[in-house]
């Protein structure tokens, strides 16, 4: 008996036109899949931001070897890091700075900057209160060169003043109408 060999498989119009038409869909779904992470990673970008470090007077008498030294543990957010200091994990919240919280427009940038403002170890000067209420220890904080990490993220557009007290008050103040005017940062853009 002989055997049939077979036959390879023809495609008529009407299957051409079938196949074309799903192509075509899953060419349309993959576009319309692909269009919210373009547009997102469009808006994800941060933007190039100029760096512009303040250096706020320290209190007459005080010099920056007159403050207490910490090593950063972790940043927690814009205004918030915990240190070793005296040998024991503190929490310090910055006293002339706010930043956004976690879910906030600006919040992962403003983190991103302090934690490079930081590095690995800041410098605290207290002011008129030692906590805050929920515990953590106020401080207005500096690099070790100097600069005020309060006052260059509200200058650069990442928090806003904190206006309730505190010695730079009024300065950090008019830092963040300049940055406003200017449309700096995530803040003000």
Same mark, same amino acid.
């Given at each position: 008996?002989?055997?049939?060999?077979?036959?390879?498989?023809?495609?008529?119009?009407?299957?051409?036109?079938?196949? #074309?038409?799903?192509?075509?869909?899953?060419? $349309?779904?993959?576009? *319309?899949?692909? +269009? !919210?992470? %373009?547009?997102?990673?469009?808006?994800?970008?941060?933007?190039?931001?100029?760096?512009?470090?303040?250096?706020?007077?320290?209190?007459?008498?005080?010099?920056?070897?007159?403050?207490?030294?910490?090593?950063?543990?972790?940043?927690?957010?814009?205004?918030?890091?915990?240190?070793?200091?005296?040998?024991?994990?503190?929490?310090?919240?910055?006293?002339?700075?706010?930043?956004?919280?976690?879910?906030?427009?600006?919040?992962?940038? #403003?983190?991103?900057?302090?934690?490079?403002? $930081?590095?690995?170890? *800041?410098?605290? +000067? !207290?002011? %008129?209160?030692?906590?805050?209420?929920?515990?953590?220890?106020?401080?207005?904080?500096?690099?070790?060169?100097?600069?005020?990490?309060?006052?260059?993220?509200?200058?650069?557009?990442?928090?806003?003043?904190?206006?309730?007290?505190?010695?730079?008050?009024?300065?950090?103040?008019?830092?963040?109408?300049?940055?406003?005017?200017?449309?700096?940062?995530?803040?003000?853009?």
């Amino acid at each position: 008996m002989r055997r049939r060999r077979p036959r390879a498989p023809s495609f008529s119009r009407r299957g051409r036109r079938g196949w #074309a038409l799903v192509l075509t869909l899953l060419a $349309v779904v993959s576009v *319309v899949a692909a +269009l !919210p992470y %373009a547009i997102a990673s469009k808006d994800a970008r941060r933007p190039v931001q100029e760096a512009l470090p303040v250096r706020l007077t320290l209190p007459p008498g005080t010099s920056l070897d007159d403050l207490k030294e910490a090593r950063v543990e972790e940043v927690l957010d814009g205004d918030t890091i915990d240190v070793i200091l005296d040998g024991r994990l503190t929490r310090v919240r910055y006293y002339g700075v706010d930043t956004p919280e976690r879910g906030d427009r600006c919040f992962r940038e #403003a983190t991103d900057r302090n934690e490079s403002l $930081v590095g690995g170890r *800041v410098l605290l +000067l !207290p002011d %008129a209160r030692d906590e805050d209420a929920f515990g953590r220890e106020l401080r207005y904080v500096f690099t070790r060169e100097g600069v005020s990490v309060d006052a260059t993220l509200v200058a650069e557009g990442f928090g806003q003043a904190w206006r309730q007290d505190g010695r730079y008050r009024d300065d950090i103040i008019g830092l963040e109408g300049e940055a406003q005017a200017a449309g700096r940062g995530c803040l003000w853009r």
